[in-house]
């Protein structure tokens, strides 16, 4: 009798600890968490399991409803969705740690220096930089290679201008090029100066060159990868879509995130390569819980500041130039498609006017009117006024970068005139065409920061403050629209909005706790705005605190 009193005892004990409160995995609580929801909710609370948001609400009946392993208070801080970079090469931008820095340099001379001073410490092989900008020179005019050959007379050099669109190599790197005149090239120009090469190559020139450079072995991309990683999280991005890769270049990442080097989420664009084609045509699409390969990345033309933007009209500061389309009109229609038939999603570089009017129109024919293919044009930067609706008549995608708009304003005009700046960086005007825009950086184009696109989009000034009253203004986003594009609509441009994105029942715990209020930030909270901690699937990524106790 005993016995079964004993028994009767430890089961009725089994019984009632079941019967407590549900188990979470973490508990944040105390905070001001912006769901970004339909509602655009507000909770203080939200309980974590399996990667997954469990419930949200007030601090009290989370905290009463559920234990955790973890409990986290947030101090009154705010917590976002896990900010999304519609737009950026994350691999360019691993690459680029390892090339000198030439970015904000403020002349042709202080590109030089920097360049000696890295090439002392990498005294070996080819010597690689990028981030230069004329525009941001006195004369604004491009370099010419006469002082590379005099500095480097037995070391190839090539660097690369800040957008990737063009490059200056010295006479060593054009002869491993066998470049020794200019030619013809669709889709890029050899640049010269009375019949002699300069060393400027645009767009596919530099092509020419770059693919005579040694490629990194898989020990130094992979330290590399990683060194990225750390520096995206530590400003809060949990998803990159990462706009023309190789199709190896994903069979690397999948090897790193399958052995759990590599945690950060990837929306992947496979560059418009027939072995591309090829090899995902045949496979079909990737889909895991961390890389999602379901579309391709074309390039219509080149940037603005190279003038290799296709436009309508001749440019205002050179009328002898026009830019040019990076590929025969046929190519385009051929590839829309080829993409179309196999149920892939297009997504193409697109600057000039002529080159937007040129893709808009293909994907018109091809998507008809309103649909759910969600093709999309990168950039769409200068859009001509009777060609914004076709955006919205075959429900396009504009995926823009609003520190282009803040870092083009100070010589865009110059190349396009007042009248067809009003076009450009139109932000507002596209998002109106379907009623949401997906927002990146181009990052290494611009700075991997998400806070320097929200200010962007929203003051229209950068980081000077500059212009007073801002750029354009009546093309500004709304804090709460800008807020969304980081975040459910640049989900929504990768078909990840039902598992992304927005902080919500069942949806993935990629969350981000801030010092500051962005919605309520002046514009000092705004660009001084920190990162304290980055959640991805529910497990802690970066912490400032830790980070500061190493340093």
């Known amino acids: 009798m005993n016995k079964f009193k004993c028994l009767l005892f430890a089961a009725l004990i089994l019984l009632l600890s079941s019967c407590g409160n549900p188990k979470a995995d973490l508990i944040v609580f105390n905070a001001k968490i912006y769901t970004v929801d339909s509602a655009f909710s507000i909770v203080e609370a939200m309980a974590i399991k399996d990667g997954k948001v469990l419930a949200l609400g007030n601090s009290k009946d989370i905290q009463d409803k559920f234990s955790a392993t973890e409990v986290v208070d947030a101090e009154g801080k705010t917590i976002y969705p896990g900010f999304i970079d519609a ?16 970015f904000e340099t403020k002349s042709w001379d202080e590109v030089l220096e920097r360049l000696k001073t890295f090439a002392a410490q990498h005294p070996n092989g080819w010597l690689t930089g990028r981030g230069w900008d004329q525009n941001d020179w006195p004369d604004k005019r491009f370099p010419t290679k006469d002082k590379l050959d005099e500095i480097f007379p037995d070391r190839p050099v090539l660097l690369t201008r800040v957008d990737g669109h063009a490059a200056i190599a010295n006479q060593k790197a054009l002869e491993a090029a066998g470049i020794t005149k ?18 400027v190559l645009i767009d596919n020139a530099v092509d020419l060159v770059s693919s005579k450079i040694p490629s990194l072995t898989k020990e130094e991309m992979k330290a590399l990868l990683l060194q990225a990683q750390a ?22 990442l999948e090897k790193l995130q399958s052995n759990g080097d590599i945690k950060m989420r990837f929306y992947v664009m496979l560059s418009d ?201 009546e093309n500004a986003l709304t804090p709460e629209e800008t807020l969304r594009g980081m975040t459910i609509w640049a989900a929504k441009a990768n078909f990840e909005e039902k598992q992304k994105g927005s902080l919500e029942v069942g949806k993935v715990a990629d969350f981000v706790i801030m010092e500051n209020d962005l919605l309520k930030g002046n514009r000092q909270q705004i660009l001084e705005n920190k990162v304290i901690k980055t959640y991805l699937n529910g497990e802690k990524v970066y912490d400032k605190n830790a980070v500061s106790k190493t340093n």
């Open 231 to 252: 520096n995206c999280f530590a400003v809060g991005l949990t998803t990159i879509d990462d706009c023309g890769l190789n199709y190896d270049a994903v069979e690397g």
């Open 87 to 102: 737009h950026a090469h994350f691999f360019g931008y691993a690459e680029s740690l390892n090339t000198a820095n030439l």
């Open 273 to 473: 390569n027939q072995k591309n084609y090829d090899y995902l045509f045949k496979r079909g699409a990737i889909k895991t819980d961390r890389l999602n390969v379901s579309s391709f990345k074309v390039y219509a033309d080149g940037a603005l500041g190279s003038r290799g933007a296709c436009l309508l009209h001749p440019y205002t500061d050179m009328p002898q130039k026009q830019g040019f389309l990076l590929s025969n009109i046929s190519h385009f229609e051929e590839v829309a498609k080829k993409i179309h038939e196999h149920n892939f999603q297009m997504c193409t570089h697109a600057i000039g006017d002529s080159a937007n009017r040129a893709i808009l129109k293909i994907y018109n024919s091809i998507l008809g009117p309103k649909n759910d293919r969600r093709w999309r044009i990168e950039h769409a930067q200068v859009v001509a006024p009777q060609d914004f609706g076709l955006f919205g008549k075959a429900s396009v995608v504009p995926s823009v970068q609003p520190t282009h708009a803040t870092s083009d304003m100070y010589w865009a005009q110059d190349r396009l005139g007042k009248e067809r700046i009003k076009g450009a960086y139109a932000y507002k005007q596209l998002l109106n065409q379907n009623g949401w825009i997906p927002l990146g950086t181009d990052f290494p184009v611009e700075q991997i920061n998400p806070m320097l696109t929200f200010y962007a989009a929203t003051a229209r000034k950068d980081v000077a403050n500059y212009p007073e009253g801002g750029f354009q203004m």
């Open 182 to 199: 200019a030619i013809d090239l669709v889709g890029g120009e050899i640049l010269t100066d009375n019949g002699k090469i300069t060393g």
